[in-house]
């Protein structure tokens, strides 16, 4: 288990002193996939940073297993970072070695030989699925083939944790899909817990179990994906989670509500029902939803008749049902 206790991380530099965190709790659980989501500029990388020492934080605590990581001395500190491997947007292979090489390069730092390096190496290729380009370099490999070297690489001295400070950025949405895919392979078959440092809403929701939201070097919210998702809180969560919905809002007709789905009427067809049992025709002008675990999450804005009769009775009907929904300013 990692946990952060009122953590604080300020650069100094000739112009002056820059807070990059301030005041971070956080607990990430064993075995889950936590997100931590921001725009540019947030904290986020440096809060990943700090989790395994690259960074070492101005004040606070970092707790991994029981081990405060900022009283490690020196050699303890390397032991515990065999632990905590770390994948990157720009993959950071070494050109000149060959796919194979590149994998056993960690194995060759920990002091393990020739044979069971290239053993262990070529098992892990198989993992990621490039077991044919063992002999390849780097340059002959697509942007998702050397995040997937970069992947086996960081798995080489069987890591419990695994940073990814925005591994997906520099990618195609389909080979986004595919690497999202494996790490959530790796995390239900090697049980490795996966931090993911991203700006994408789309990732968080592909794989993540809880996510934090952070804003202005502080966190802003954090909470279970699907709650996040269906019930942003921050306004900083609201417009990461929510930004393609403005100009909807922007129409000329009767009032908007959004109905939100949390889960719980999946299967219902409620806007259908709505229709038929209230003869009201509603205009769906944006909707955005997500499955997690077999259930549907998100939101939907409809748009009421311009009569206020028919209006009312939308609301009303809407009152006296189970479904979540509140008017749009």
């Known amino acids: 288990m990692i946990e952060i206790r009122e953590l604080s991380k300020t650069f100094s530099s000739a112009s002056g002193t820059v807070e990059a965190l301030r005041d971070i709790n956080l607990q990430i659980n064993d075995g889950e996939i936590f997100g931590i989501i921001g725009l540019s500029g947030a904290g986020k990388s440096t809060l990943v940073r700090c989790i395994n020492l690259l960074e070492r934080p101005t004040s606070g605590q970092v707790i991994i297993d029981g081990k405060e ?3 490690l001395s020196r050699r303890e500190l390397l032991e515990m970072r065999r632990s905590i491997s770390m994948i990157f947007q720009g993959f950071n292979l070494l050109e000149q070695r060959s796919v194979l090489r590149n994998v056993c390069f960690p194995l060759e730092i920990s002091g393990v030989k020739g044979p069971a390096a290239k053993s262990r ?20 490999l697509s942007g998702g083939q050397k995040q ?19 591994a997906t950025s520099a990618l195609d ?9 494996l790490l959530r392979t790796i995390n239900q078959t090697l049980g490795v817990t996966i931090i993911v440092i991203t700006h994408e809403m789309k990732v968080i929701d592909q794989i993540c179990d809880r996510v934090a939201v952070i804003d202005h070097s502080r966190i802003a919210e954090e909470g279970r994906v699907s709650d996040v998702f269906t019930n942003p809180q921050s306004d900083i969560a609201k417009q990461l989670i929510l930004p393609q919905d403005r100009a909807a809002l922007d129409t000329t007709g009767g009032k908007k509500l959004r109905i939100i789905f949390n889960g719980q009427y999946s299967q219902e067809p409620i806007i259908s ?23 549907i999450y998100g ?14 009775k939308v609301i009303a009907w809407l009152r006296n049902s189970p479904v979540t929904w509140k008017e749009e300013a």
């Not at 699925?129 to 340059?139: F, M, Q, S, T, V």
């Open 121 to 140: 190496a070529v098992e892990l290729l198989k993992i990621v699925g490039l077991e044919d380009k063992a002999n390849a370099y780097p340059a002959q």
């Open 69 to 71: 990581m900022t009283s």
């Open 273 to 295: 029902k709505l229709v038929l049992e209230c003869q009201a025709p509603v205009n769906i002008i944006f909707a955005d939803t997500r499955q997690f675990d077999g259930a």
């Open 148 to 166: 997937r070297v970069a992947i086996a690489r960081a798995l080489a001295t069987k890591p419990r944790y695994l940073l990814c400070d925005e």
């Open 299 to 312: 939101h939907m804005i409809i748009e009421l008749p311009s009569d206020e009769r028919q209006a009312d």
């Open 173 to 181: 949405p389909n080979t986004t899909r595919s690497i999202l895919e």
